[in-house]
């Protein structure tokens, strides 16, 4: 694949740092542009990634015309926004996850997109990753039998600092927006998988959430969904204490440990996941191994689509998106008694 | 200790063989009868265990003088009848888990232990062995900090057998009331040491049950727990696929994994705990060492008490028990939608 797509990133936090560096290993792409509000920021940024040009506002980076595919990097109130921008600019948009704070907020996201003929992906770089890959074919191959549990866990031990966006319900804070969404996708990605199908929905969700006593954001939270198909899943996050932030699929057959299923080899290398069939006491272990970076393959797997002439990214589409922001708005209603 | 209590044991199948095993190996015991429905399947199992006498019948055994205590091993749906009746016989009782079908079933249970003066305990032997009394301590000394999450498994995979009582409703098959006892008994259990009790109740239940469809045996379930001090608790059970059957313990300072906590060192040894502390990558191992049998201890955990003169084993009260069926009865419930 030649390097082909042009991407403008748009912010410069710990996430676009992360994505640029992405890039630079991805095959299919560079990034030409860089937009932050302040031009000081912006410029910084470019230097230390070797981008192109630096934008002091984020409307200038829309306005550029090079950039074909956006980043969209802000905290998390403001993803809607830009992804509706950059839509409206004619910019194909990758936007960091969770798209919006609520399943409603990321209905005109979408829409937006679609209108404009654009393509949208939520980034969750892990189901670009060949270790998801794996784990879909071993579930869709009936490796691991009728599959019955998942569990599936992502969260982190913060430091309590109210005026970090992590602790500030207004801007999106909480566990459940932060990383809880990784295990509710993988849930319905296995689901899906278990039946034949991209992603599947809960028929119920339930759980329960606690909330910081001055901030009101979600510091541990834990729920069950379950499927149609019977599949149960137990899914949990926080960010007061740290978890084993695995996962686990459990089939009549056998079950699946994916000790690290949500950042997976972030610079190249290899990923272990252990299959343990039927009574046997010692599990085999299954490598996955690539060259290619985490946030590369990010890169290129949304421009692959792309150049396929796809209006949405089969590893994670709007119609995904929207499934798992539904269940995230359902686990945070879950505070205050199920 | 001197062998110094005398047990009769009521049902001679694969639980009683072992607590048969365990008493030969404990501290404080010896097996003076075994009671079956049937002389020779009674006289067998006294043949193999060196048992001096064997009754022909339950009533029987709890009509022979030399018994002091008994322990009830019959199927689940017979335990609160033989818990009564050997109260009645004067006889101390460690009755197999569940203690009953439900809460309110247990309730007389342990009323008749009460009015007759006599122990009564739920047998959860691993609240007898040492790894537990060192969770519990490490929980209260503080070394993980705020326990903010509990998660527990118990369940395996067995063979689709209606003739069989784990898949018969009516015998009190399914997973819930035969191992999902343990990860509720466990989670209240943390909960109380986190609060400087022997246990807690939790103040909500939610989770998901899937029942077979011809037996209506619960085969695969998960709930979430919700106590008053915020500690949330996720558990899961089955029959029909094998879970890693491991818990682990989630506090704001580090978190302990308990590869083993169900059924540790049962003819003696080690068991290892896993203390995660902060951000340290290596794991700390803690080893618990004991030269006693899981089942002996549970003998000498009950002769102890007795022998102090308690009418109750605070490792597992008759308190604790009716908490921990309330709880089952509050997970069952929760099939058919949540």
Partial sequence: MAASLNWGIIA??????AFAQGVAHSKSGRVVAVGSRSL??????????????AHGNYDALLADPEVQAVYVATPHPQHVEWTIKAAGAGKHVLCEKPLSLTHAEALPAVEACRRHDVLLMEAFMYRCHPQTAKIVELVRSGALGRVALVQAAFGYAGRFDP??????????????????CYPVSFARLIAGAASGRPFAEPTAVCGAVQLHPETGVDTCAAATLEFASGMIAQ???????????????????????????WIPARESGQVRLRLHRGAEPVPEEITVETGDWL??????TFAAALAAGKREVPEMSPADTLGNMAVLDAWRACAGGS
């Fill in 12 to 17: 410069t936090g710990g996430i676009a740092r």
């Fill in 40 to 53: 000081a920021s912006a410029e910084r940024f470019a230097g230390e990634f070797g981008i192109p040009r």
């Fill in 163 to 180: 005026t970090n966006r992590f602790w500030n319900k207004e801007l999106g804070g909480g566990g459940i927006l932060d990383v809880g």
């Fill in 235 to 261: 899914v949990s996050t926080s960010i007061v204490v740290t978890q084993d932030n695995s996962a686990r699929i459990y089939g009549t057959e056998g079950w699946l440990h994916v000790p690290d299923p």
């Fill in 295 to 300: 946030y590369g393959l990010e890169a290129d």
